[in-house]
Each structure stands twice: as C-alpha cells, then as structure tokens.
C-alpha cells in the first residue's frame, strides 16, 4: 500500500471559502453529517504509511468490537470460506478478505450503519462500492503500486452526496430521485440549486476529517473528464462511469456510449475491459454480502460487451450516414451560395459584372494601384443609337443585341480585366496594367468587331451597332478616387457622342 501523502490543514480552510457560505454554514450546523469514528480514521491513517501491514490494519480494527464482530462475519460467509477452518480474530478475517473487501467493509459499515431502508443512499453507496472495484482493477492493471489509494479515492468520490442529503434532506428530495441520471447531469443539478457540486462538498468533507491532501483532490477531481497524465487519477476517474454503465438499466447502450467516449481519447492506455467487468461480477458478488447491499444481477460480461460494440458499430454506421448526408446537403448549399454569390456580381441580361460589382472592384483596383505605383485603364463604352433600335424593333430586339453585345465583351476580354453593365446601354471594362495607348488598341477591336459582326437580325436581315468609347489611364491624370477615373472616361465618350459618335477619345489626348 502506497501513501496517500500527509494532511494539509490548510486544505480544510481553502474549500470551507470556496463553498457558498449559505452551503457551508449549513454543513456545519448539520448534527446528522456523515462522520467517521475513530477506528476508521485511524484505518485511513495507516493507509498513508508505505509499510503498514495487515496486522497494523487488524490490531486498530479491534478497538470496535462491533466492527471486529462484522469483519469475522463476513470472514466466514459462504463467499470467503476455502477451508472447513472458521476465522476467530481480526488478524484472521483481514487476511482472509484482502485490502480491498477489509477498506470496503471498514468505510461502510461506519458511513451506512444509520443508512439502512434509504433508497437513495443504499444506491449511491452502491455505485461507490462498485466504483472502488473498479478502480482498484484498473489500477492493478495501469499502476498496481496506487491500488489501494484508487480504492479509497473512488469509494469516497460521492460522499458529497451523503453529505448534502443530511444539511438539505427536503431540498434534495427529488434530486436524486432518477436512479439513470449521470453524474454529471446531477453535478450540474447541484451548481444550480446550491451554487457547486457534491465533488467539492465531498472533498471539504475529507479534509474535514483530517484526510490527506492527496486523497481530498482525488474526491474533488472525480468527476473532471478522462483527460489526464496520472494514471491513478484516470483509474478514478473511470471507475464512475463504467459503475454508472454497470448498475445501469440499459448496460448495452450505456457501455456503448462508454466505449464511443473511450475511443476518442487520445494516447489512451490500454484496458482489458472484458477481464475486469468479469472480475467485476466475482467481487460484487462477495461485498454485497459484506455491505448487505442487493445482489447484482447476474449478467455475461462478454456477451454484453460484444453487444455493446455492435451497438457503437450500428450508431457509428448511422453517424457516418447521417454526416454524409448533412455533407452533401452543406456542399449544396455552399453551391447554392457561390451561385446566389455569383448572380449577386452579375447582370442577368448580360451575364456580365452589374454597375456595383464593377464599382467595387475598381475601387479596390485603384487603391491598390496607387499603394503598388502601378497602373489600369478604364473603358466606357455607350451604344449608338440604342433608344431609337428599341423604338424601331421593340425591346425584345433591343435586349437580343444587348445580349450579343455583352458576349462579345467577353469573347475580347484578357483574364484579370473586368467587363461589366454599367446601366442602360453602357459598359465599363476595366484594364489592369494597360495604359491609354494598349486601352485604345483594345477599344479599337471592340468597334472592328461590331463592323464585321450584327448583333442581331430582323426578318433576315442584320443588325449592325456601332459604339462610343472614352479611355482613361490613371497615369494621365491627378485623381482622387475611381469615380474620378470614371468620369474622366465617360467625359471622354461624351465627346464622341457630340463629335457624331461611333469613334474613340482618350482622356487627354486628342
């Protein structure tokens, strides 16, 4: 047995201020707290010494004859007789037992001797004798040198329960009333109506009776999750939820939301879960005589395990289905989105940019030319004649050519530049890196091609369209922002609508 390290007194003070003082006020004032006589305190006070044999724990066991008598009893059951020889002393019954049935027997039948015909104690002091099984299993397995204080630690993890039970016997009536609640429903049960948890009262009751530092935050910790270095600590922090699984109406589905949770842990040592629930049902069987707790159900630890990983298998394959499925519907809805996205940019006659995203892309463009002391040119292009078309042929004619129009723009553009509807019959293309002269040259295979090609035909008959466009290179002038640059080449095509349009202007230049 290895020791539990020495008592810090200043513990007892840090979680007496850490407790809501409503809380710890009535704990103090509670005359039915758990308490531990004398025996038993003197049981943990041996535990912490590193050499302390069975004959120590046997010589303080009995100075209780009523203990002593208990022991010899359970000694002697049908569960513990390997010979036809009874046992006579306390010596004689501790090594019969072993530690662990001897720390088991001592605890509760101090702490549950007054517990008798209280359902909800009798079923926590049940998870908490099944809890400390399993720790101390565990710990054989993971960090044999740390069994017998696992043992303790997991015993005790819910003694806050006891403890709030007798300061708020009322309150707490209903709080533990549904046996399938996990703790950590209950724990968060408790913060609400009292402000913390039964880990916390737990521990401040601990430390009130002078247990060690050590064993104190074990109780306190029980309930913090499997993410730890300490292998004791994980023993613990194990043994209540495989004991919920266990005593648990459903053990199939409990284990396997238990097995989903111990997958997912990362470096997690290797536990041989099959053995210990066996091993479980054998110890079980022999303290509930010991505590004269309900005799567990007789279960095949195997079969059930087996049970509860087809059941994971089935509730991963659905997972996996159902995560599938809310994929793909995520993949169409971000289709749906960069599609809504995409029209949002764009003229629906067209297909090309509409007026706001060409607005905000120049205005982007133009800071980051004047940051990058680079260049860009801006073309605005106005159909010739557009309103009398339409009054001619109707709008229907007038929406073909602006269609045509608008791929033609396409078809002549560079990737990086920007053609967009401006309004009407206007256009605005935007030209990174080109200077007026290159943005003349293009403006020019613009009206080339308009000369080659209708837009459209009536009755058979082509429809041809020229253009006005004006050019403004950001080099050619002092401006202060992209509407600048813009206006300058719309005065620019102003001046070949009033010059007779279909024809080219830069901005300042001839």
């Known amino acids: 047995m290895t020791s539990l390290s020495a008592v810090d ?19 103090l004032k509670c005359s039915s707290l758990p308490t531990l006589p004398a025996v038993a305190l003197k049981i943990l ?75 909800t104690q009798v079923r926590i002091w049940q998870r908490a004798i099944t809890s400390a099984i399993v720790a101390s299993r565990l710990a054989h397995q993971l960090c044999p040198a740390h069994r017998g204080s696992t043992f303790i630690a997991a015993l005790l993890q819910d003694i806050g329960i006891l403890a709030l039970q007798a300061a708020y016997p ?23 109506q009292f402000g913390c948890d039964h880990t916390l009262v737990g521990a401040w009751l601990a430390a009130k009776w002078d247990m060690p530092t050590s064993l104190v935050d074990a109780i306190y910790q029980s309930h913090d999750g499997f993410l730890t270095d300490q292998l004791a600590t994980l023993c613990v922090r194990l043994s209540g939820p495989i004991a919920d699984a266990w005593l648990s109406e459903e053990p199939v589905s409990a284990f396997a939301t238990l097995l989903r949770q111990l997958s997912a842990m990362e470096s997690a040592p290797l536990l041989t879960l099959d053995n210990l629930l066996h091993r479980l049902q054998e110890d079980l069987a022999i303290v509930a005589d010991t505590l004269q707790l309900a005799q567990p159900i007789d279960m095949d630890s195997h079969a ?28 169409s809805l971000h289709q749906h989105y960069a599609t809504l996205e995409k029209q949002s940019r764009l003229d629906p006659l067209t297909q090309l940019a509409n007026r706001a995203w060409l607005e905000e892309q120049l205005r982007e463009r133009f800071v980051f030319c004047q940051e990058n002391n680079r260049t860009m040119s801006v073309v605005f292009i106005d159909l010739d004649h557009f309103k009398t078309l339409n009054d001619r042929y109707g709008h229907r004619i007038g929406d073909q050519v602006l269609e045509h129009f608008g791929h033609t723009l ?3 553009i560079r990737t990086g530049d920007l053609a967009g509807r401006y309004g009407g019959e206007e256009f605005l293309i935007i030209l990174p890196d080109e200077t007026a002269q290159s943005a003349k040259l293009f403006s020019q295979r613009i009206t080339q091609h308009l000369q080659e090609r209708p837009m459209t035909n009536v009755d058979q008959q082509p429809i041809y369209v020229s253009v006005s466009i004006g ?28 010059s007779g349009r279909g024809g080219i202007a830069t901005y300042g230049g001839e």
């Open 170 to 192: 009322q309150e707490v009536e209903k709080l533990y009333a549904h046996s399938e609640s996990s703790h950590q429903q209950i724990a968060r049960t408790e913060r609400q």
């Open 9 to 27: 007194k200043t513990r007892y003070i840090a979680l007496t201020d850490e407790l809501p003082c409503l809380v710890s006020q009535a704990l």
């Open 304 to 331: 059930l395990l087996i049970e509860a990983q087809q059941l994971l298998f089935q509730h991963t394959l659905t997972l996996s289905a159902r995560l599938d499925e809310q994929t793909q519907r995520l993949e």
């Open 45 to 119: 006070e041996i535990a912490r010494t590193p050499d302390a044999t069975l004959h120590d724990y046997a010589q303080a066991i009995e100075y209780d004859p009523a203990l002593t008598a208990r022991l010899i009893a359970v000694a002697n059951s049908v569960q513990f007789i390997h010979s036809s020889q009874p046992v006579d002393t306390s010596l004689e019954a501790t090594q019969r037992l072993g530690l662990d049935a001897t720390l088991a027997t001592v605890l509760s039948f101090s702490l549950l001797r007054h517990a008798q015909g209280n359902k």
């Open 410 to 412: 396409s078809s002549l």
């Open 471 to 498: 050019v403004a290179c950001l080099c050619d002038g002092d401006f202060g922002n992209e509407r600048e640059l813009i206006d300058a080449a719309d005065q620019s095509m102003y001046f070949i609508k009033r």
